[in-house]
């Protein structure tokens, strides 16, 4: 429909060219018609093109972060952040996707960037993944306390890669997580511990 409308707007010039000639009694060469039409075919056809291609382009929304309290066996318990990677696209799939952390401010540790983890992995170690088209992909962002009574204390980022990322002090936090595959795409969270001694997350 798009197409027929860009279509429709070039053959204006057609109409517009013909009450020129009529209403000044000047002569319009056939030369000139034959190139308005194929110029009205041929934009028609380069911005319907760009429009279907920008629309089936692989693209990235990191979106919908999401949490959840965790207990384990022995008494312990904390909350976990994750956020989905969706991707848009009507037809491509993203491949090979990596989520990483990209800046932390305060930065406790100066390893950066540092790559995230797909939740539901049962080895703790896979970095990359791929999205169907209209599907999502979940990261785990960061862990922390549930309460002031038991549990986990500080901030960790979970399974990553470098041993020496352990507990991070309780401040208060901005991260920055990049998700890439064809084009990359960040988005911004601020992590704190409240009054309750919760560990609180939103995206910005």
Request: charged share 20%; hydrophobic share 40%; with cysteine.
């Amino acid at each position: 429909m798009q197409y027929k409308g860009r279509l429709g707007g070039g053959c204006l010039l057609l109409i517009a060219a013909g009450l020129l000639e009529r209403f000044t009694s000047h002569a319009v060469p056939w030369a000139v018609y034959i190139w308005l039409l194929v110029a009205s075919f041929v934009v028609a056809l380069i911005v319907h093109g760009a429009s279907q291609h920008k629309r089936l382009m692989p693209r990235i929304v990191i979106r919908n972060l999401r949490h959840r309290v965790w207990t384990r066996s022995a008494g312990g318990n904390g909350v976990e952040y994750w956020f989905e990677v969706f991707n848009p696209s009507s037809s491509n799939s993203l491949d090979l996707v990596r989520a990483e952390m990209v800046s932390i401010t305060p930065d406790p540790y100066g390893y950066l960037p540092l790559p995230l983890h797909v939740k539901h992995d049962p080895t703790y170690e896979k970095r990359e993944f791929s999205v169907d088209p209209g599907a999502v992909g979940m990261v785990d962002l960061l862990t922390g306390p549930a309460d002031h009574k038991s549990g986990q204390k500080g901030l960790i980022i979970p399974h990553t890669i470098s041993k020496e990322w352990g507990q991070m002090p309780p401040r208060d936090y901005v991260f920055t997580v990049r998700a890439r595959d064809v084009a990359p795409e960040e988005a911004r969270f601020r992590a704190w511990v409240g009054e309750d001694g919760a560990l609180k997350c939103v995206q910005l």
